[in-house]
C-alpha cells in the first residue's frame, strides 16, 4: 500500500523516557502504523501511516488507554500543547517552592532536632502535607500506571517515599514494637519529604531545558507574519494569514515581510531572500515572478497572487523538516530506549534485593537499615537524566544549526559528522555575511565633494538591492544629501537624476 503519511502529533502526560517509550510501543503495536517515533524532549509523537486503516483519533483513544494523551483534530495543536506546557511548569514550580518550603523544616527536625517533644508528630504532619498537596501527581501517576500494568519513574518516587512514610508512621503510632526488641524505633519523615522535594527541582530543571529547545523553531516560525491584506474587489482588509486561500491577492508593502507564497501579479520590487537561500543581495522581482513566505520586501510595493499557504509554503517545509529531524532518534537512542524499557522493574528488584541480602547478614536487627537502603536504590533510579539527555542534545544542535541556517537531515546524520574530515562546498555566494558591502572603488578624476554627495542623494532615492551598500560606504565620506530638480528610475539601466539644471546618470554604462 502506498497511501502512506507522516503526521507529528503532541503528546501529554508523559514524565520521563519511560513514559515515551510506553506511548511509542503502544502506537507502532496499532495496525495500519508503519513507524512511530517520541520524542520525549519535544513531547511529540511522529508517526507514518495508511490513513486508510487507522486515523490520528484511533491512535489518541489507544493512548488515552495506555495513560497518556495526543493532540488531535484541533486547528493549532502546537499552540495548544505550548499553553499547557507553560501551566504545566506553572504549576510544577509551585509544588517545587511549597515541598522546599515545608522540607527546610521537615529536614531540621530530622535531623537537627530530632528530640523535640512531639518532634515525631509534627514530622509527620509536614511530610503528609508534601506528600498530597505538593507531591500528588507522583502517586497519581504511579496508580494510573500500575492499573495498566505498567511502571514509570513516578512509580519509583512514589514506591520510595511511601514506604519510608509507612515505615516511620508505625514507628510513631505503635514503638513499643521495637522496644520490646532491644531496639529504638526511628523514622525516616524527612526522606520521604526532601525525596519529593529534590524529585520536583529536578523535573523543573528538566521542562526549563526542554522548553528552551524549541526556541530556534519558534524563530523559524516567526519568520512568517501572522497577518496580511487581502485584496477584494479592490479594497484592502487585514486577516490572519490562515485564512488566505490559493489564489487569494495580497498587498505587500515596502519593509514587510511576504506573509505566503506566490506570484507577482502587479508592481515590481527587490526581495530579501538570504533567510532561505542564502543569498546577499536582494532579488529583483516582477511580474510574474515567485516569492516566497517569510523573505523581506525592500523598498516597492507590489500585489502578488497566493500559490502556497498554511503548510505548503516552503517556510512552513523547512519547520516540518527541522521538526522532523529534531525528532529522529540517533542510533544511540536506540541503546537508552532499550534501557528505559526495562529500567524500572530491574531497579524495583534490585532494591527488594538489597533489602533481602541486608536482612540475610544482619537478622532482624537490621531491619531500619536494610529498608533504607532499599528505599536509597529506588531514589538514586528516579532522575530520568539517561532519557532526557540524548534528545535534548539532538533539539538543541539541530536548533541552533538552523538558526544558522544550517539544515540537519536527521538525527543519523548529527551523530556521524564528527567522522567528516573534509566539506565540499558547491558554491561561494552563500558563504557570505548575508549584506552586500563596497570593498573598494576607482575614481576616473579625482572624486569632488559635489560628485560624492550627488551620488549619495541618486542612492538615498534609489530601490535598487545594492544601494544601501554604496550608501553605507558614502557615510564614511562624510557626503550629503541635495536638492535634485528632477529623478527617474530607468529599469534595468540605473538612475537618471538632474541638480541645477544638469543631468547625471548612475548605473549601467551605455
Not at 52 to 79: C, H, N
Not at 192 to 205: D, M, N, Q, R, Y
Not at 398 to 423: P, Q, R, S
Request: proline fraction near 4%; glycine fraction near 8%; charge should be negative.
Amino acid at each position: 500500500m502506498k497511501d502512506l503519511e507522516t503526521i507529528i502529533l503532541p503528546v501529554l502526560e508523559m514524565s520521563c523516557a519511560v513514559c515515551a517509550n510506553n506511548v511509542e510501543n503502544t502506537v507502532k503495536g496499532l495496525s495500519g502504523v508503519e513507524e512511530a517515533s517520541v520524542n520525549f524532549a519535544a513531547n511529540t509523537l511522529s508517526v507514518k501511516y495508511h490513513p486508510s486503516l487507522i486515523t490520528p483519533q484511533k491512535m489518541r483513544e489507544a493512548v488515552q488507554e495506555a495513560g497518556y494523551d495526543l493532540v488531535v483534530e484541533v486547528e493549532d495543536p502546537t499552540a495548544v500543547q505550548e499553553e499547557m506546557a507553560r501551566e504545566h511548569y506553572r504549576k510544577l514550580r509551585r509544588n517545587t517552592i511549597g515541598a522546599w518550603v515545608l522540607s527546610i523544616p521537615l529536614a531540621l527536625l530530622g535531623m537537627v532536632f530530632m528530640h523535640t517533644p512531639g518532634g515525631n508528630w509534627i514530622m509527620m504532619a509536614l511530610a503528609l502535607v508534601i506528600m498530597i498537596v505538593f507531591g500528588r501527581s507522583f502517586y497519581v501517576n504511579g496508580v494510573r500506571h500500575a492499573l495498566h500494568g505498567s511502571a514509570n519513574m513516578d512509580t519509583l518516587v512514589a514506591l520510595s517515599t511511601s514506604i519510608a512514610f509507612l515505615f516511620s508512621f508505625f514507628n510513631t503510632v505503635y514503638p513499643q514494637f521495637w522496644y520490646e526488641k532491644g531496639l529504638e524505633p526511628h523514622v525516616y519523615y524527612e526522606a520521604s519529604g526532601v525525596i519529593i522535594a529534590f524529585v520536583l527541582l529536578g523535573k523543573l530543571l528538566e521542562e526549563r531545558a526542554k522548553n528552551s529547545t524549541s526556541s530556534a523553531i519558534k524563530s523559524l516560525m516567526g519568520l512568517q507574519p501572522k497577518t496580511a491584506r487581502r485584496v477584494r474587489d479592490g479594497q484592502e482588509e487585514e486577516v490572519s494569514i490562515s485564512f488566505l486561500r490559493v489564489g487569494d491577492l495580497v498587498s505587500v508593502r515596502p519593509g514587510e515581510k511576504i506573509p505566503v507564497d506566490g506570484t507577482v501579479s502587479q508592481g515590481s520590487s527587490s526581495v530579501d531572500e538570504s533567510m532561505l537561500s542564502g543569498e546577499p543581495i536582494p532579488v529583483v522581482k516582477s511580474q510574474g515572478d515567485r516569492v516566497l513566505a517569510g523573505t523581506i520586501n525592500q523598498k516597492g510595493a507590489f500585489l502578488m497572487e497566493a500559490t502556497g499557504v498554511g503548510s505548503a509554503t516552503v517556510l512552513s517545509q523547512i519547520v516540518q523538516m527541522v521538526q522532523a529531524a529534531q525528532g529522529s532518534k540517533a542510533p544511540v537512542q536506540r541503546i537508552v530506549d532499550k534501557i528505559s524499557g526495562i529500567f524500572v522493574p530491574i531497579v524495583v528488584g534490585l532494591a527488594i534485593l538489597t533489602f533481602i541480602v541486608w536482612l540475610v547478614v544482619g537478622g532482624s536487627g537490621y531491619f531500619s537499615y536494610a529498608l533504607l537502603s532499599a528505599v536509597s536504590v529506588l531514589v538514586i533510579a528516579c532522575p530520568c537524566a539517561l532519557g532526557l539527555a540524548t534528545p535534548t542534545a539532538l533539539m538543541v544542535g539541530m536548533g541552533k544549526g538552523a538558526e544558522h541556517h544550517i539544515l540537519i537531515k536527521d538525527a543519523f546524520a548529527l551523530e556521524n559528522l564528527c567522522k567528516v574530515d573534509t566539506v565540499v562546498l558547491d558554491k561561494t555566494g552563500t558563504l557570505t555575511e548575508g549584506v552586500p558591502e563596497v570593498t573598494d572603488s576607482f575614481w576616473i578624476s579625482e572624486a569632488s565633494r559635489d560628485m560624492l554627495d550627488i551620488l549619495y542623494t541618486a542612492e538615498m532615492k534609489s530601490e535598487h538591492p545594492l544601494a544601501s551598500a554604496i550608501l553605507s560606504w558614502l557615510k564614511g565620506t562624510e557626503a550629503a544629501e541635495i536638492d535634485a530638480d528632477s529623478f527617474e528610475s530607468v529599469t534595468g539601466r540605473g538612475i537618471q537624476m538632474q541638480v541645477h539644471g544638469v543631468t547625471y546618470w548612475v548605473g549601467s554604462k551605455g
